[in-house]
């Protein structure tokens, strides 16, 4: 059992590019989330999702969108990567709103240049 | 503006002594408290919770206190351990809104 897998692991991106990081889980989770990690700042919520078919905007949305299409994967995309994007980006997910502990990806390093 | 805030980025503790963790919150609506590990190059790992209608909760050697008039949590590892030694995140949520807010994390080092 894999639980979160994301890909890249790392990635550079030129400024301007457009981007999909990619998370997928198995194990049926209702609830998942995209964060972003900075020094000095923790993780910050970019976009999150209460089932398939449903996203809702965290703290930080602009220049990222995401879709559910299914329970299993949830993309993070930025249309025109900006240098500000550069961080560690954790995909977590939550089996439903009665629980409360989050699972968190490996995350993906990007670097927009 | 932050609703979570470490203010500590770093502590260093003595194996064996007590390590203490503190947070503070500014949203009076939160009613749900999460400490998270976190080692190098992995997600954050869930490490102890505690509700909003408790004062305590303990979990082997790590015990989270919640004083909700002052905002204020703190995480007690007791005894510390070497492996210990990780980023710890505090968080926070509205369990209606299933939305959660994270601290910047504070860098605990245990010496041996």
């Known amino acids: 059992i894999a639980g979160i897998t994301q890909a890249p692991t790392s990635q550079i991106l030129a400024a301007g590019r457009r981007m999909t990081l990619r998370c997928t889980q198995d194990?049926?989770?209702?609830?998942m989330y995209w964060y972003r990690q900075d020094l000095g700042l923790g993780l910050r919520l970019i976009h999150y999702s209460n089932t398939a078919g449903t996203t809702g905007k965290g703290e930080v949305p602009d220049g990222y969108s995401v879709s559910r299409a299914n329970t299993d994967d949830f993309p993070l995309t930025l249309a025109s990567a900006v240098p500000s994007q550069t961080s560690v980006y954790f995909c977590?997910?939550?089996?439903?709103?009665?629980?409360?502990?989050?699972?968190f990806g490996p995350g993906t390093r990007l670097t927009v240049l | 503006d932050q609703q979570v805030k470490q203010n500590s980025p770093s502590l260093s503790v003595q194996e064996g002594r007590i390590s203490i963790l503190n947070c503070d919150y500014t949203?009076?609506?939160?009613?749900?408290f999460l400490w998270y590990k976190k080692y190098p190059a992995e997600g954050p790992t869930f490490l102890i919770s505690i509700s909003s209608i408790k004062d305590k909760n303990e979990d082997g050697r790590f015990t989270v206190f919640l004083n909700k008039s002052a905002k204020h949590l703190s995480l007690h590892i007791v005894p510390s351990q070497p492996g210990d030694s990780a980023v710890y995140f505090c968080a926070a949520s509205v369990r209606t809104f299933n939305k959660f807010y994270f601290g910047s994390g504070t860098k605990l080092n245990v010496k041996p």
């Open positions: 977590a997910t939550r089996a439903g709103t009665n629980t409360d502990t989050q699972y």
């Open positions: 194990m049926r989770h209702n609830a």
């Open positions: 949203n009076s609506m939160f009613d749900y």
